[in-house]
């Protein structure tokens, strides 16, 4: 059952992605809920599920993208992965602890993004990149929340991380 609920909220994702975030420009930048997906799944479980969901995610909005197939789920495989094994260093997770990480995963997912785009051959609008970077970031702050409540659902009791919500730092 998880892995249906699972799907389930990555397709309303990318369905949110694509028909209402993508219509969205702050600055001449986009949102990036498919990104905030990765992370919120990375931190409600562990760096395996992070980084498996964000090679699902990755590769399906990558098929929606015009950019080289493989870029989006190579940089939120590696998003996924390093969030659920920093994850595990926190102990007890406070609204300021878990914003503090989804800003920087954020931040730090969409400067990934564009370096590989880089090397994979894709043009890069250097001077935009710090917008790009602040709407992604800020939107995936606000958006958290209810995120974290839909993959909650999805992952049920027995597909949540045992070692979540105890300390603040181990």
């Known amino acids: 059952m998880v892995p249906a609920r ?3 909220v990555l397709f309303v994702t990318i369905w949110l992605q694509v028909v209402l975030f993508s219509r969205i ?9 498919v990104l905030l997906f990765v992370v919120v799944a990375a931190l409600e479980s562990d760096a395996e ?7 699902v995610a990755g590769l399906s ?17 590696l998003v996924g992965w390093t ?3 920093f994850k ?4 007890r997770t406070s609204r300021l602890v878990t914003a503090l990480l989804v800003g920087a995963a954020s931040v730090g997912g969409t400067l990934l993004y564009a370096l590989l785009a880089v090397v994979f051959g894709v043009t890069v609008d250097w001077e935009q ?21 839909a993959l909650r659902w999805a992952f049920g009791p027995e597909g949540r991380s045992p070692t979540r919500d105890q300390f603040i730092f181990r």
């Open 88 to 91: 595990d260093s926190i102990m």
């Open 49 to 55: 599920r992070g980084a498996l969901l964000g090679f």
């Open 83 to 85: 969030v659920g094994g």
């Open 6 to 8: 699972t799907a389930l």
């Open 129 to 149: 990149v710090p917008a790009i970077v602040a709407v992604v970031a800020i939107a995936n702050v606000v958006l958290t929340r209810p995120h974290r409540w």
């Open 25 to 33: 420009e702050v600055w001449g930048a986009k949102p990036n809920v």
């Open 61 to 77: 909005f990558d098929l929606l993208l015009d950019t080289p197939v493989g870029l989006s789920a190579l940089s939120m495989v």
